[in-house]
């Protein structure tokens, strides 16, 4: 499906979601609390079949932070952005999607780790790549690095 | 997270060990803590982060020239079609295109890079399981094709040979005559290859009917490359969605059916021969012209989301860029093929024995600074 096709399909699925469409992949704006019957059925559906989900990461944009999934269909060869927005900066909290694509169980640990988002009903919610003991979530535009010495 | 000395013996009787973070086995600093139950593992949990450099936060403060440079650090067997990706994406957001010159210089460079990457592997898998002989072979072509890296990119590793439209300088004059000897030199050694190790009755045995891996499960877990490929899913990006020019060459995409370690090592020797026939189409129809498209000193990416893709030895690797218009990335992400290969191995290794834990190890070819970015 073209992305104007995938925009109309999505549409009369989820009439509530907003689109972006500035950038190269169709991108849909949804509610953080949305997301997991929206993933679902995209990847159940059978003409749309996003079985692939190729990236998943935030984007911290100091009011609010963006959690980004790319996903791809193998069958149809078409691309979906799901971008969903969480206000609450302070106590960041998403649903879990690591049991509809296990790959996102390492992501969303390394999301946790750099940038604090909580996901709900994750098995295993320890950092990943940092030291258990570590202050902070680097990856957020607020994080001071005491040790950064710039030349 | 616990180190050596605690819980020894779990409360089911499993007995966990640590292998790692300084294990040959494990090609790097990766530390696997392995449940088992006897020889057989029950469960198999990695710890990362021993070489994380947090990659993508000094990008952030880096400009669109010099955060590619970086990358080089992340998979350094591929360090050239990292610093592609790279490239391809920054110009991507420039909209510009590199000239047909610099673009098939890029992929000669990124088929030697593969060959490199593939031979260093076939000669570790060797060592890992026993065997120390094809180490040498390997190392054999590899440094040959090391050195024609080292003499037109001026590195043998880590190349950084390409800018954001095109590559840095011209191609060396040798290039050309030299790559052909090269590729004349591996075309032979191939069924020395085949008859050094593929057949080997002790090879075969601890690597067939080993680490099974589904179709269903390798798109799951969002694996990609050889591993995938073994598997029978398809998924070659440059197949997929070709950059600089891969539609124009003839090759194909080598899929395997069992989805054990064997399948996937067939998988890696078939792209050896596959990367040789793409640079034979194209060394000696390089067109003439610039090696490099006219950019602004400054390099400012318009507002907006770039995601570019390449396929490196490894799989597929995705550089997402998000611009808010300043001369640096506002936010970068890699999404490194290892990290997602590397989630599978917990899956993949339940019930096998622990010996069979190296091949498959061997056979996913991990790459650690490359999880760990």
Redesign the interface.
């Known amino acids: 499906m073209t992305n104007e096709e995938l925009k109309q399909y999505i549409s009369a699925l989820f009439p509530s979601v907003t689109y972006d469409e500035t950038g190269e992949f169709l991108n849909v704006l949804i509610a953080s609390t949305e997301l997991r019957p929206i993933v679902q059925s995209l990847r159940q559906d059978d003409a749309l079949k996003f079985d692939f989900l190729f990236c998943l990461t935030c984007i911290d944009w100091k009011t609010n932070l963006m959690m980004v999934y790319h996903l791809l269909s193998k069958t149809h060869k078409h691309i979906v952005v799901i971008k969903a927005k969480i206000a609450d900066v302070v106590k960041p909290e998403i649903e879990t999607i690591c049991d509809i694509y296990q790959t996102a169980n390492f992501h969303e640990r390394e999301v946790y780790d750099l940038f604090g988002v909580n996901f709900k009903n994750h098995p295993d919610m320890r950092r990943l790549l940092l030291d258990e003991n570590w202050d902070g979530y680097p990856l957020r535009k607020n994080y001071v690095d005491e040790n950064m010495i710039t030349i | ?1 616990s180190l050596l000395g605690e819980d020894i013996v779990t409360e089911e009787g499993e007995f966990v060990i640590n292998i790692g973070p300084q294990h040959p086995s494990t090609h790097g600093v990766l530390h696997l803590k392995v449940w088992l139950d006897g020889e057989t593992i029950k469960k198999v949990q990695p710890h ?2 021993y070489i ?1 450099r ?1 990659i ?2 000094m990008s952030e403060s880096l400009s669109y020239r010099n955060f590619i440079y970086a990358t080089s650090r992340m998979d350094y067997l591929s360090a050239h079609i990292n610093n592609q990706a790279c490239a391809l994406c920054v110009e ?1 957001g420039l909209q510009i295109e590199a000239p047909p010159r610099a673009q098939m210089i890029r992929v000669i460079l990124a088929e030697l890079t593969r060959l490199a990457s593939h031979q260093l592997w076939w000669g570790c898998t060797g060592l890992d399981l026993g065997a120390v002989s094809p180490f040498f072979y390997a190392f054999r072509e590899r440094e040959a094709i090391l050195e024609i890296m080292e003499e037109t990119c001026g590195a043998r590793l880590t190349q950084n040979f390409c800018v954001p439209g095109g590559i840095m300088t011209d191609i060396h004059p040798n290039f050309q005559k030299r790559t052909n000897d090269v590729l004349k030199q591996i075309k032979s050694k191939f069924q020395e290859y085949d008859d050094v190790l593929t057949g080997n009755v002790i090879f075969e045995n601890r690597n067939k009917n080993v680490g099974f891996l589904s179709a269903e ?1 390798a ?4 694996c ?1 490359g050889p591993m995938a490929r073994g598997s029978g ?3 070659d990006v440059r197949k ?1 969605f070709p950059y600089d020019g891969y539609d124009k060459v003839q090759f194909d995409e080598v899929l395997g059916k069992e989805g054990d370690c064997f399948s996937r090592y067939m998988v890696r020797m078939h792209e050896m021969k596959q990367s040789v026939s793409i640079i034979e189409q194209l060394i000696d129809n390089i067109p003439e012209g610039d090696f490099q498209a006219k950019t602004k000193m400054v390099l400012k990416l318009p507002k ?4 570019q ?1 390449v396929e490196t030895a490894r799989g ?1 690797l ?1 550089v ?1 860029i ?1 611009s808010d218009g300043a001369a640096s990335p ?2 970068i ?1 890699y ?1 490194s093929p290892n ?2 290969n ?3 191995l917990d ?1 993949i290794a339940r019930g096998y024995k622990i010996g069979d834990l190296v091949a498959i190890m061997s056979t996913i070819d991990l790459i650690i600074p490359d999880v ?1 970015r």
Do not use: N
């Open positions: 997270m990362l982060g994380h947090s993508e936060k991507k499960d798109i799951s877990f969002g990609t899913v398809s998924c997929w907006g989301e770039f995601y893709r597929e995705g997402f998000v506002y936010r992400k999404r990290f997602s590397l989630s599978a899956h760990d």
